[in-house]
């Protein structure tokens, strides 16, 4: 075992997420500790004054043991990096303040200003409205939605010697689409576009870069903290990218500052050894519903990538993580948003089913009407283009108490309905 705990752009080997993972952790802290060490200084001196110059040139750093200051580069926020880098077996990773300020930073590195982007036109809503209308309003960085399962449209959207990213998510939030990343890598590929891809609704379950991604980058306030009180992210990738992510004359993580606290990086790197088993117990039980709510009513327009008629469960089961399943999230489009709104208050206040609520991966199970919440920066002619109908119901898939128990809560509350 290796006493220090840091260790900068160890290439990830090609392992299942969970044994890498825990291959990674396999350290120890400064002091023996069977936990990572935290490194709680916003600065660090040098042995010299040459020391610090050189520190400064980017002659020496964090491959032998120097560091210059927190925003730039922090020993245990790059501890984390590299237990997620493990996870998603990419050479490197670094650890954010937020899923938003991972995604707009890598954005921000691989596009200049009249560059473009191709992107998927089913995405969170706070990465549509950056695509839509921050980045080309502040930056001249414009974005064409494609639709992301039709391989030609995207294969045209791209601007030879113009778009430089290729953006999707691996799962779509809310729609649930899956995205083909081998074959859209590809394509992106053979033009010379670095594919990005938001893989926060399928950690663990999907490995994008092994699939041909290059960058894959997380809302680590979802599924990874798991327990809906952190906000942070992550970007995962080749070290040439990270790496002048963070440098400290041109790096936007450095002039931007979505730095992480260490503190919280510490709280983070405990939550991870569990993931797999959490992200086992989310899809079981989504899996477990979706069947029980289709036996329950046929004519309930339920979609989940788990069911065979979702038109993507073929290519999901092709390029998942073995014994991971098909995602902890599910929708049920209750068709108006008066009966989506009437079912997710009956769940909440009359069978105790689950709490309304926008994020993801929490223990309980958590609901909201994407057309009102999550994406309502999109006008209603992008929603309609995304399919996000305004009776949409997300649901993601909590594992506390009985599935019995739970079942039980959801057909009392769908029985009033
Ligand atoms: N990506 C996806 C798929 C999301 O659902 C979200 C938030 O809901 C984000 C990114 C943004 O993450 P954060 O809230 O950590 O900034």
Redesign the pocket.
Known sequence: MDRKTVNVGIESKKEVPAEALAAARHQLGEHNGINMSIEASNTFTFKDSDAMNRAFLGEVGPKTGIYIYSRHLNPTILNLGRQIAAMEGTETAYCTA???SA?SSVLLQLCNAGGHVVAAKTL?G??HALLTHFLPQKCNITTTFVDIVDLEEVDNAMIEGKTSVLYF?SIS?PTLIVANIPELSKIAHAKGVKVVV?N??APMILSPAKLGADVVVH?I??YISGEADI???AVCGPADIVDQMRDPHEGPLMLLGPTMNPKLAFEISGRIPHLSMRMKKHCKRAMKYVTKMKELDPNLDVLYPGLKEHPQHSLLKSMSNKDYGFGGVFCIDMKTEGRAYRLMDKLQNNSKFGFMGV?LGYYETLMSCSSSS?NSMLDNKEKEIAGISPGLVRFSVGYVGTFEQKWSQFTKAYSEM
């Open positions: 937020s899923g938003m995604i969170y706070g990465s998510e939030n938001d926060t609704f809302s306030s979802k906000i942070a992210g994020s999550t």
